[in-house]
């Protein structure tokens, strides 16, 4: 029985199960608190996630194998964002010039800002490289460190955190500003905290997810673009 059970608990069918199961266990908690900030179903099941593999002594590799099936369909799950966007094309008019603007503007200022940051408290070079990027998506942040000579494992660790700090802390700290345009909230909310805030914005308002989506993919492009040069003109 406990061989069966080894086996069971580390294969890619229940590694599968646990993912969804907790995402789902996120969702209503979500539901039945209302909402709250903190209660963010991708949060929750990355809580749930890891217990359960401490619990079961499961290394992170083994479950990442499992897992791709679910990272595999991220692709068509982000090309899929363009559907809200399309039906909020309307919304773009007289919109352009300012989103061509603070989405390459937000990319210098996330990328400078970290780089000089780490640098000023002592945290050296190999870490500004690793933490410059964390503004894009997990996939092209990773792949943008291994460019810049960071620690693409450690690159996927922030640029998570930076996600799930924005999902919980960005509406509100919007609200505190009195930034009340959704299309505003929704770039501002894409840019930060890419998949994980446009998730979060998607719940909050049709117009404001797809603003996020848009935000995130220009984001990417932008950061993919001024990491190399801001890297070797800071470092």
């Known amino acids: 029985m406990s061989e069966t059970w080894a086996w069971a608990s580390h294969s890619p069918v229940f590694f599968l199960l646990l993912t969804l199961v907790a995402y789902r266990i996120g969702r209503e908690v979500r539901d039945r608190t209302g909402g709250h900030a903190l209660a963010q179903p991708v949060l929750v099941a990355i809580v749930l996630v890891g217990v359960t593999l401490s619990v079961l002594d499961v290394d992170y590799a083994d479950y990442a194998d499992g897992t791709t099936l ?3 369909l991220l692709g068509p799950a982000t090309v899929a964002l363009a559907v809200p966007l399309h039906r909020q094309a309307h919304r773009l ?3 352009v010039v300012p989103l061509l603007v603070a989405i390459p503007l937000g990319a ?3 990328v400078s800002t970290a780089v000089v940051l780490v640098e000023t408290l002592g945290g050296g070079d190999l870490l500004a490289r690793t933490i410059a990027p964390k503004a894009a998506t997990t996939p092209v942040s990773i792949a943008l460190s291994e460019t ?3 620690i693409p494992s450690l690159t996927a660790v922030l640029t998570i955190l930076a996600g799930i ?8 700290v919007l609200t505190l500003l ?4 959704r299309r505003a909230r929704g770039l501002a909310l894409g840019a930060v905290s890419h998949g994980i805030g446009t998730s979060r914005a998607l719940v909050e308002d049709e117009t404001e997810g797809a603003f996020a989506g848009l935000s995130m993919g220009l984001t990417a492009l932008a950061t993919s673009l001024v990491v190399p040069i801001l890297v070797a003109v800071l470092l």
């Open 70 to 72: 679910i990272s595999f």
């Open 93 to 95: 008019q007289g919109f």
């Open 108 to 110: 210098v200022v996330s």
């Open 148 to 150: 810049a000579g960071g």
């Open 165 to 172: 700090l924005g999902a919980v802390a960005g509406p509100a």
């Open 178 to 181: 009195r930034v009340r345009d």
